[in-house]
């Protein structure tokens, strides 16, 4: 067991970069295998780990000790660390074909990982510093720990007194024309709000006088021949959660699937979306992949118009690199006629360990879309990408905006009355990345104040945490940015 321990604590020392860990490595010996190691802090935790033959480097002479670990390789060091038996039966995931197939079969056998769905392990996909320690409690046969409880932030700015603009506010829902629930939790299924989705109107639920978390088994959809308006509003009492392995709601004007009701999908009125009152945690667009479909791991809206008002969203994600893909919560395009996407007293993050990640955009991104920010909260985000955009040769890009990541031409973003603190970006704009192309977009912040959100690469002069191009200077008022 000693050496077991000995081990795996050299293999979080060297994957410490990946991983953000600041353990001591120890001293490395006189002479290395490895040439990319020499005078990296974890040289010494990855000669031990190669000569104890838990790692072969990422070729024969180098190790490459500043690049991500992927969750397959995370299995080969594990499973050679612990010398793990050969199972007995298949694990029946789908998807790990390959090099690292019998690495990942043992673990699974040896009871270390359930995968990331019930069918997939996802070994392409980053190792978070949640899934190491769930790795680590397994596989040194810890009992897991129940946390006091800890309520989660409520929605919006608490000082936020800014007056909600035109279209801005909530919808009303005196007369709904669908009720999810029967007045009792066990009414409130995945299943009924997908079909309540489908057939659209105004949605509301009655899921009993308690908060109720419904975990989505599969994707709310947006028909877009019903509506027009199309409301979905949880009464401050529901959460719909994407179980870390869905995205909860679309709407696209463009995709057939969903019916194509104009030539011009792009550029529609309708359907006309708002969610309200309404907690989204856990979602996951990571296989979406990293073109048009990827980003937004809770909601993804392409053409009519989308709104949020008094709405949470908690650590949802979507591809954790790639130079376009963006919005770990949120992703929008192609809004009717250039009018603003309107996020009125919501939250995203707001608290550590609450926040939202992706590529780009760790809370919001979109392409080309003005969005109006009234009395919100944005804190705790992530843009986890690396590279930038267009990507650095060797890069697989990203990283841009921990927050908001805005790009296209003719847009506008407006703050007002809101904060955006505690974000972080791996290159540009640690609470804002806005890039205009043809520098036309203006950004405009009002009684607003940004602090603490850290560009690790890139950023405006003046502005800390904002990386701005645009048509002039940010206009700023009666606001703090440091």
């Known amino acids: 067991m000693r050496r077991v321990l000995c081990s795996i604590f050299v293999v979080v020392i060297a994957v410490g970069t990946a ?16 040439v990319d190691d020499d005078g990296n802090g974890h040289e010494g935790a990855i000669e031990a780990i190669r000569a104890e033959g838990i790692t072969h480097g990422c070729s024969p002479t180098r190790y490459c000790p500043n690049d991500p670990v992927t969750r397959g ?27 690292f197939q019998n690495d990942i079969e043992r673990l699974r056998a040896a009871g270390i990982t359930v995968g990331c769905a019930p069918t997939r392990y996802c070994p392409d996909r980053a190792v978070t510093r949640g899934e190491m320690a769930t790795f680590l409690m397994r596989a040194l046969d810890l009992e897991e720990l129940t946390p006091d409880p800890r309520p989660l932030p409520l929605a919006g700015n608490p000082d936020g007194t800014a007056p909600i603009p035109a279209g801005g506010d909530a919808e009303s829902i005196a007369s709904p024309d669908q009720v999810i629930g029967d007045g009792t939790p066990a009414g409130c299924t995945s299943a009924a709000v997908v079909a309540a989705v489908s057939q659209g109107g105004v949605i509301t639920f009655d899921c009993g006088p308690a908060p109720i978390t419904i975990e989505m088994l599969s994707t709310a959809k947006v028909f877009n021949n019903t509506g027009p308006e199309i409301v979905i509003d949880g009464g401050g009492l529901v959460t719909l959660s994407g179980r870390g392995e869905r995205r909860i709601l679309y709407m696209n004007t463009c995709d057939q699937a969903q019916v194509w009701t104009t030539p011009h999908c792009q550029n529609q009125d309708h359907p006309r979306l708002t969610v309200q009152n309404l907690t989204f945690i856990d979602g996951d667009a990571t296989d979406h992949g990293i073109d048009l479909e990827g ?15 008094n709405s949470r969203f908690f650590s949802n994600t979507c591809a954790s690199t790639g130079p376009d893909v963006a919005g770990g919560a949120v992703r929008v395009f192609s809004q009717y006629q250039g009018l603003p996407v309107y996020i009125t007293n919501s939250t995203f993050g707001g608290a550590a360990g609450q926040g939202n990640d992706c590529s780009n955009g760790g809370a919001i991104g979109s392409i080309g879309v003005s969005m109006t920010f009234t009395n919100s909260l944005l804190s705790d985000n992530t843009a986890t990408g690396w590279g930038a955009n267009p990507l650095r040769a060797g890069t697989p890009g990203g990283g841009n905006g921990g927050a908001i990541a805005n790009d296209g031409n003719l847009f506008t973003l407006t703050l007002s009355d809101t904060v955006i603190t505690d974000n972080v970006a791996n290159e540009g704009g640690g609470g804002v990345f806005f890039v205009s192309n043809n520098r036309t977009g203006h950004l405009v912040i009002s009684d607003s104040t940004l602090a ?13 945490g904002i990386f701005y191009l645009g048509n002039g200077a940010p206009m700023v008022s009666n606001s703090s940015i440091t």
């Open 19 to 34: 991983l953000g860990t600041a353990a001591a490595a120890p001293a490395p010996p006189a002479g290395g295998h490895f």
């Open 73 to 99: 390789q995370m299995a080969a060091f594990l499973n050679r660390a612990l010398d793990l038996p050969s199972p007995t039966n298949p694990s029946g995931f789908t998807d790990t074909a390959g090099t």
């Open 295 to 309: 980003g937004g791991g809770a909601i993804w809206v392409r053409g009519g118009r989308f709104k949020i008002v």
């Open 452 to 464: 603490r959100n850290d560009s690790l690469g890139f950023e405006t002069n003046g502005y800390p």
